[in-house]
C-alpha cells in the first residue's frame, strides 16, 4: 500500500530540561527522529515529510545530513499536534493517497505497526496499545468494539483515566479528507491546543470510517518525554540490536552491557564479551573476537581479528587475523595489514603497520609507517611533533627496532635495519644497518664502594647539622 509519511517534530519537549529539541536527543548515537524515520521507510513510505519548528535549524540540519530527501514544513508556534498537521498541507496539494502521521517521540516505533496502520482500511486509523500504567497518554474510549473517541489525560474524567488503551501517535488518513477536517478542529480543551487525535470525532461525524489497529506490544510504541523515559527506550532498543545480532550468528557474552549502535554490522561467529561499546559505522567481520571493556567507535575489524580487552579505537582498520591490546588506543588513521600486533600500552596514530608487523610493548607511533615483519621494541616512540608540525617516520620490511628507540621525525629506516636500544635515530639509516645512536658505557672497576662510602658521609654530615638546627631552635 502506497503512502507518504509526515512526522511531527516541531514541539520543544519542555520535560526534556534541554536546550535541544526533544527529537534530536539521541538513543544509541542516533536522535529519535531518526529511528521514527527510519521506521516510516521500512514501511514504505514513499515520501517523508517532517514538521519542524523549536530549534527548526538544528532538526533541519540533521535532516539535510541524514535524510536529504525529506521535505520540511514549518510550525511557527506550537499550537498542538492536529496544528502542526495543518502547517504541512501545501507540501499534500493534489495528492489523494495515504497519509500516515507518527509523533517523532517514538524511537521504538517498528516498521510493521506503521505498516499495519497504513494498510488499515477506513477513511482514518488509529494505532493502540494495552498500558499497564496509561499515565500520560490519551486513552481510547470504546464502545463495545467500536471506536468512540480519544480523550487526553488532562481533559479525561476518572472513568476515561481508567482505560487502559492508549492512543499511540501513528495514524493513518485519506490525504484529502484530512485536510478538510483539519480546520473544524478546536481548541476548546486542557490545553489549549489543536489536537489532533480530536480528528477521530469529526472523522465520526461526517460519517466517515476509523478504524483502531491494536499493538500487542505497548513498549514499542512508548512515547519518550522526559530522560528517564528516554533511557528506558534506550534499554529497550539496546536490547533488541543486541537479540537480533544473537539471533543472525553473533554470541554475545552479559548482553545486559553490551551498547552496540544502529548501524554497526557483525559477521557469523564473532564473539563479544560485555561490557562493550560498539559505535558508529563500525564494520566486524566474520570469527572475530572482542574482549571486555572495549570501545570500537566507526572502525573496521576484518575477518578473524583479535581485540583483546580494554582497547579504546576510532577510525581504525584492523585487518585480518591481527590483533590488539590488552589496553591499546588506536587513533584515526591506524591501518593494522594482515596479523599485526599492536600490544600492551601501545597508542596508534596515523600509522600503517604492514603484514606482520608487531608492537607489543609501551609504544607510540604516530604519522608512520611499519614495515612488513618488522618487530618494534617495548618503549619505542615515533618523535612526530616539533611543536608546530608533525612529521613522519618510515620504517622498512623486516627491521628490529631497539627497545627504547627514539625516532627523530622526519627520518627513515631501510629494510632489514637494526637500532641498538636506547638509540636516538635522528637521520635516516640505510637498508641493512645496525644503527647505535647512544653514549658509550665506561665501567669503573671497583668504584662502587667508594662511591657508597662517599654516599654514607654526606648522609651523617646532613642529619648532624639538622639536628644542630633542631637544637637552636628549641
Ligand atoms: C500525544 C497524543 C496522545 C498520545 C501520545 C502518544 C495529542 C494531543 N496527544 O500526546 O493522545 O497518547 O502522543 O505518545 O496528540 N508536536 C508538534 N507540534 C505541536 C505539538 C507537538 O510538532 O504543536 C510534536 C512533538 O514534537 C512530538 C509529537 O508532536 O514529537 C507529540 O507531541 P507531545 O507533546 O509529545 O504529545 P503527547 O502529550 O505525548
Ligand atoms: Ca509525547
Known sequence: MAFRALVLAAGKGTR????????LHRILGKPMLWYVINSALK??????VVVVGHKRELVESFLREEFPF???????????TGH????????????????VVLNGDMPLIEPSSVKAVAEAEGDMAVLTAQAQDP???????REGEELLYIVEEKDASEKEKAVKEVNAGVYSFNSEKLFSLLERLGNDNAQGEYYLPDLVKLFKEEGLKVVAVKSNDFASVMGVNNRYELSVAEDLMRDRIVRELQLNGITIHNPKSVYIEPEVKIGRDTEIFGPAYIKGK?????????GPYCEIRDSEIKDGARVESYTWMEGALIGEGASVGPFAKLRKGTVLKEKAKIGTFVE?????IEEGAKANHLTYLGDCKVGKNTNVGAGTITCNY????????EIGDNVFVGSSTLFIAPVKVGSGSITAAGSVITSDVPENTLAVARSRQVNYVGKAERVREKARRKGLEHTRKDSRTQEKGS
Request: aromatic content about 12%.
Open 135 to 141: 499515565t500520560g497518554y490519551g486513552r481510547v474510549i
Open 282 to 290: 563500525t564494520v566486524i567481520g566474520e570469527r572475530c573476537f572482542i
Open 84 to 99: 502542526a498537521v495543518l502547517v504541512s498541507r501545501e507540501l499534500f496539494k493534489g495528492y489523494s493517497g495515504k497519509v
Open 386 to 393: 616539533d611543536g608546530f608540525n608533525k612529521w613522519f617516520t
Open 43 to 48: 514501511a514504505g513510505a514513499q515520501e517523508v
Open 70 to 80: 525529506v521535505k520540511v514544513a514549518y510550525q511557527k508556534e506550537q499550537l498542538g
Open 348 to 352: 596508534t596514530k596515523n600509522a600503517l
Open 16 to 23: 526534556f530540561r534541554s536546550e535541544l529539541p526533544k527529537v
